[in-house]
């Protein structure tokens, strides 16, 4: 069964650093999501990308994040300066979709667990 | 701000017992619903998904949707320890593209 993957599975670095996450999503899938899970919290909604454009961001995802599929199998998430308080489970999702409602649904890969020194 | 609300539990059955699992949002626009499962540090595993008024089964494990009502649950029979995980309730937001999470909660299957 296809899966989504991610690397990598643990990331330390230290604050004010650049860390790139990546992923890739299930061969047939068109729209991929970047969630962060913080220690003891729920799962919270980052950014969704389609066609090489951002569809939608959240309050968190300013202008320290970006993403970008640079070859067109992986999906990235930069973090530019990281701070201690990004430190969480980053999870990349992918969808198949044709915005069919009775359709959608988002797999999850297994995240990478930042840590900001 | 669209809310998904869970009680965080722990929710504790016997095995064999039938563990129910509720969930109310506040978008009344939403369409689409989901239940993942999560261990802890693991990601979220789909359960089901349930895009309708009314239940839908599939084996042990059936959602219930209440639009009128804004909630939405799932119901795991004859419960196993093996069952015993965070429970998360998910939301499409109007958008159709972020999932919008309830803290979950923790259901204990003891034997």
């Known amino acids: 069964e296809p899966e989504v993957t991610q690397t990598p599975s643990h990331q330390v670095t230290q604050m004010g650093q650049e860390v790139i996450l990546r992923c890739v999503p299930i061969?047939?899938?068109?729209?991929f999501y970047w969630y962060r899970q913080i220690l003891g919290q729920k799962v919270e909604f980052l950014v969704s990308?389609?066609?090489?454009?951002?569809?939608?961001k959240s309050e968190i995802f300013d202008d320290q994040f970006s993403v970008e599929r640079p070859d067109g199998s992986n999906f990235t998430l930069k973090i530019r300066s990281t701070k201690l308080e990004d430190s969480a489970m980053y999870f990349c999702?992918?969808?198949?979709?044709?915005?069919?409602?009775?359709?959608?649904?988002?797999?999850f890969g297994p995240g990478t667990r930042l840590t900001v020194l | 701000q669209k809310e998904v609300e869970q009680n965080s539990g722990p929710l504790s059955v016997p095995e064999g017992a039938i563990a129910s699992l509720n969930c109310t949002y506040s978008d009344r626009g939403s369409q689409s619903f989901f239940w993942y499962r999560q261990y802890s540090g693991k990601s979220p595993e789909l359960i089901m998904s349930?895009?309708?008024?009314g239940d839908k089964e599939d084996g042990r494990f059936t959602a219930q949707l209440n639009k009128a009502s804004q909630y939405v649950s799932l119901l795991i029979r004859d419960s196993q320890p093996s069952d015993s995980d965070t429970y998360l309730c998910?939301?499409?937001?109007?958008?159709?593209?972020?999932?919008?999470f309830g803290k979950g909660t923790s259901l204990l299957v003891t034997p």
């Open positions: 990308f389609y066609n090489n454009e951002i569809s939608e």
């Open positions: 999702a992918t969808e198949t979709s044709g915005r069919d409602v009775s359709t959608d649904t988002q797999y």
């Open positions: 061969s047939n899938h068109l729209y």
């Open positions: 998910a939301v499409y937001s109007n958008s159709g593209y972020a999932l919008n």
């Open positions: 349930i895009y309708s008024n």
